[in-house]
């Protein structure tokens, strides 16, 4: 027990630590965003280090000897879990949705921690000792034990906020898959959470501090050099930018690689079989519609869309263009960014990238060098 007891606390002191780190470099560079979703992450990953630092100094010289003496479902515990997963929810809707999360809507999520606050000073002084998951199940039915267990079930629903909100590419600054990785994230906090809350484990009291320290540590560093950070996140593709895209569709031509100047074929006279129109709707859908702007543009969302399989529709882009469909979406993309930066050299670099489809800075800039040959920068600078 002394040892998993020393693991707790050397666990802690991590966890406080890099939230804390987290927490002060992302407050030194909150002004490269033009919304808050950066503070709530530091003010989350803040709150954090705060609560570990004040378990740290609560534990320090009181080991843990029986565990079965300290009693579960502490009411006031569980509601700063449920007050610290609401608030860890509020960062990644401001990526995924930043015109959502409304002060209102705001007050709405942390409703149910007023609700139970105010429910639970009814039972002060009355509470239903419980020491195992056996007096749990004992006294299930009874009002305090009731609102107790419904006050840590309350956290789920909030694990899956980020997939129940509608998602719009143009909007979000994050890919479709952080948002499934996130949520991933938050589920396991919240089962770890209810663990520790019904059994007081002390296997989860040393693994759960290792686990929120990742959680920061990767959300920080996704926020912070991933996450592509346009200057006006509300983008909009009228008709008007339309009809002035189409317009420069032969100026934007002349800008593009040689993998880019595929000549769509003329339309497939009645009575050939459907198959053999299939690179005519990827043209239309790379040339007309621009589906490459969608940032979670893949083979499989392709096929589907073209009614056809996956490996009919790789066979065929790699017959006609020599490569394959990521390169051809690439190419794509980097020919927009290229044509923005040629017609307007005081383009926004950030902004080209978001609206082409990236939604990282690294690959992002990756691909530009790797199609152009030079930087971004350099590209606007020869063009200017």
């Not at 939604?359 to 992002?364: D, K, L, M």
């Amino acid at each position: 027990m002394d040892k998993l007891y020393f693991i707790i606390l050397v666990g802690t002191a991590i966890e406080m630590t890099v939230c804390f780190l987290c927490a002060r470099n992302l407050w030194r560079r909150r002004a490269e965003t033009k919304d808050i979703s950066r503070l709530l992450l530091g003010l989350g990953a803040l709150i954090c280090g705060l609560l570990s630092l004040f378990s740290l100094l609560g534990n320090l010289g009181q080991p843990v000897t029986e565990v079965s003496t300290i009693p579960i479902l502490q009411p006031w515990v569980g509601l700063v879990f449920l007050s610290m997963h609401i608030f860890m929810t509020l960062y990644p809707i401001m990526v995924v949705r930043p015109d959502w999360l409304t002060p209102r809507r705001s007050f709405f999520l942390y409703l149910p921690v007023i609700l139970f606050a105010v429910s639970f000073l009814f039972f002060i002084g009355r509470w239903t000792p419980l020491s195992s998951p056996g007096d749990l199940w004992d006294n299930i039915l009874k009002p305090d034990v009731l609102l107790r267990v419904a006050s840590q079930l309350a956290m789920i629903p909030y694990c899956l906020i980020l997939l129940l909100l509608p998602y719009n590419y143009h909007n979000s600054s994050a890919y479709h898959w952080w948002i499934v990785n996130y949520t991933f994230g938050l589920i396991i906090l919240c089962v770890a959470h209810i663990g520790i809350m019904v059994t007081f484990s002390p296997v989860l009291l040393a693994i759960i501090p290792f686990l929120a320290a990742v959680f920061y540590l990767l959300s920080t560093e996704y926020e912070l050099g991933e996450r592509l950070l346009p200057s006006a996140l509300e983008k909009s593709f009228s008709e008007a930018d339309a009809a002035k895209k189409a317009s420069a569709g032969a100026t934007s031509a002349q800008t593009t690689s040689a993998a880019d100047a595929a000549v769509a074929p003329e339309a497939v006279p009645e009575g050939v079989p459907a198959e053999f129109g299939l690179w005519t709707r990827i043209c239309q859908m790379m040339d007309q519609e621009e589906v490459w702007r969608d940032p979670d543009l893949s083979l499989t969302s392709m096929a589907h869309r073209c009614a056809t399989n996956v490996t009919y529709l790789n066979r065929i882009i790699k017959q006609e263009t020599g490569s394959g469909f990521k390169e051809l979406v690439t190419t794509k993309r980097i020919s927009s960014v290229a044509a923005k930066l040629q017609e307007n050299p005081d383009v926004d670099i950030q902004d080209a990238f978001f609206d082409a489809g990236f939604r990282s800075r690294t690959t992002a800039w990756r691909n530009f060098k790797d199609i152009m040959g030079v930087t971004p920068t350099e590209f606007r600078h020869k063009r200017s």
